[in-house]
């Protein structure tokens, strides 16, 4: 932390960072803006301050498509993965760090090698096996591939060893066995490890894309992101109702963001110091 | 994974039966003008990205590193580009930079400046891309690189200080050198993750115009969905994957030159 000594310097730099910052919120504004301009007028140019407000885009997009139930697929949808996520990262990361068991480094194996291979490689595998199995357009489809992360159960791993095995040998001195030393000892410990992988999850989940577009046909099913790509093929000139269903996209995910952001901050940046 | 090999040696439009063609579906691909057209794009996409979030992310790191106020407020407003998808990102800078009626070109033309026509021009489809792509990752690379600036320790400062260095000596021989761990994270990340882009570009330009800034992995999409032709499509993500685990090996391995642990 160095204090810039002289003053202009000071100046200069409160002028870049807030002009830098207006840069990056503008966008959201702009969005808003736009929302609620009647279509008429979007054509005349920019106007930051709106003649006649109305809210007939998000009319429109009401009657589009099921908004609400969209909302609340994408929501339910990144609440299930996370939580899944936490439950079999924590308990994989709990295995791979404490227990022996035959061939454990070449199943940890697997999973490193599995954090390389990009999604892109296997949607055709995972699409044929959900259309075998008869489960296109289904939640479960939406939630197959994010059961388990292995960059989960790699970070987790990492948080469990680094908590000290005397403990567990207390504890197990004091008769607890495998579940009570994970769920009493191990897991408040990891907190932070879990709050990082949660952030990721979540966003992961909420923001995925390819996955749904791939899996994923009936308006019932949809999450955000979805929705809103084929809401630009439907009005491809109506900016405003394009624009409304940006900002119901963007307000949960701003909540949640708002709520969290030092937990999400922190963990982005506790990812980085390997 | 074992699967979509499989089927990455085979004739297949996802429907008929399949039908054995060894590695022709990647000699296809090799000879192919569409394949190394993919390729250069996203190379382009990677090259031109890469150097604008990095120098950006650093220049913010180093601002916001500094005693300001409402620092924290600031750090968040440059993430929340962060947290917003894709898709949004994407519908909302095509809305900014459309050619007709979007704020930047009204800027732009208020200012007499030349108006691109971004999404709709083949040889500004690919920026258009880029910009939106840099404004989202920024608040990212950022937060990264400010880990690494609060892990180096003051009294290395102090010191070089005291050894009569101006600042601008410190940036280059301490913060530099010391941030290389972050930087390499960085670039690391960003490699991979440029490699595998699609959500923007199938949302901004859906691959066009005529194709001029279609990507890797957007052709993986179409080629599989749109055309049918899934066991080229398994084969060309196989290419991908080799050339993601090609440069992050060099990459692994070059990092002893030029990367220092503090």
Redesign the interface.
Known sequence: MRDPRTLPAKIALYAAVLVGAAIMLFPFLWTVITSITPEGSLADGPTVFVDHPTLNAYRTLLDAMPIWRIILNSLGVAIVSTALQLVTGSMAAYGFARLRFPLKNVIFGFYLATLMVPLQVLVVPLFIEMKTLDLQDTYFALLAPTIASAFGVFLLRQAVTAVPMELDEAATIDGAGHLRIFTTIVLPLIRPALATVAVFAFMGSWNSFLWPLVVIRSPEFMTLPLGLSTLQGQFTTQWDVVMAGSVVSIVPIAIVYLVAQRHIIAGVAHTGIK | ?V??LW?SLHKWN?ISPMEWVGLRNYTNLLGDEMTRRVFLHTLIYVVGYLPIVYAGGLL?AL??????KGRSF???????????????VA???K??L?PT?G?VN?LLGGLGLPQPGWWTDPHWALPAVILSSA?KD???VM??L???LQ?IP?DV?EAAKVDGSNSWQRFWRITLPLLS??TF??VVISL?NGF?V??QV??MTGGGPAGSSQVV?GQ??DL??RYGR?GE??AL??I??AV??II?VFQIRGQRRWVHYA
Do not use: E, H
Request: net charge positive; aromatic share 20%.
């Open positions: 994974m699967s979509s089927v996802l913010l601002a916001l590193n500094q005693k300001l600031l750090r968040a407003t440059y993430f929340l580009p962060v947290v917003t998808s894709w898709v949004v519908l909302v800078w809305w900014l459309n009626n704020l009204q404004w920024l608040g990212f937060v990264i400010l880990a690494g892990s003051t400062y761990p972050s994270f960085v991979i595998q699609f959500d199938y949302v992995v993986i999409y599989t969905f899934a499509a398994s993500s196989w991908l994957f993601i685990l992050t």
